[in-house]
Each structure stands twice: as C-alpha cells, then as structure tokens.
C-alpha cells in the first residue's frame, strides 16, 4: 500500500473476478472459501451486486468482465494481507482496491 501505513480501519472496496484467465466461471462455493479467508482476517465483508468493468491493459488489449464489489472494514495491513491473498487465489495479474471511507464506525445496542 503507502510506504507510511496507517493502521487506523477504514473501509475499503475490493474488485473480485467472476471468471477466470482461461474463460471459465468462478463457482460460488469457489467465492465462498475466498469470503471465509477474508472473515478470518477482519471478521467480516460485505459482498455487493455484479458490477461490469472495462479497461484496457498496457498493451492496449481492451478487457469487460464482471466483477463483484466487495466492501471490507480493514487496516491497511489487514488489506495487504487480503489484496496478496486474493491475487493468489484467483490468480490474477492485477487487483483493484480502493478506500471508500476514512473513518468506519460500528455501534451495538443493547436488546
């Protein structure tokens, strides 16, 4: 991440991949085991709808894939640790992460 890490939580948005480099789909239970991994690390995700991304690489080769946002409330060594993670598990060249918010907050009440 940023060479003077800051280890206050914030919310991050992660970009995975619903296919793979070869075509095929990413099955569910597949994502599964990837949101069990990330739980283990910050003990929670929240995974949002499909989105569809477009880019072009730097070798001008244009890419559309869906993708799925998914929001996670992380240090930025808890994220290091999910983006090298993810990388691996879904073996992808590049991995798109992004800070949603600077400041995350959670309140419980009591029943």
């Known amino acids: 991440m940023n060479a003077g890490k800051d280890n206050r939580t914030r919310l991050f948005e992660i970009l995975v991949p619903t296919v793979r480099n070869d075509g095929r789909p990413i099955r569910t239970r597949f994502h599964k085991v990837w949101d069990e991994k990330v739980k283990a690390i910050t ?22 894939e869906r993708m799925i946002p ?42």
């Open 70 to 111: 998914v929001r996670i409330m992380a240090t930025d060594d808890e994220m290091d640790k999910i983006v090298n993670m993810s990388a691996k598990y879904y073996e992808q060249l590049a991995i798109m992460f992004y800070v949603i918010s600077e400041e995350v907050q959670i309140r419980a009440f009591d029943n």
């Open 43 to 64: 003990r929670g995700l929240t995974v949002m709808p499909v989105a569809r991304g477009q880019w072009v690489s730097p070798e001008d080769e244009e890419f559309t």
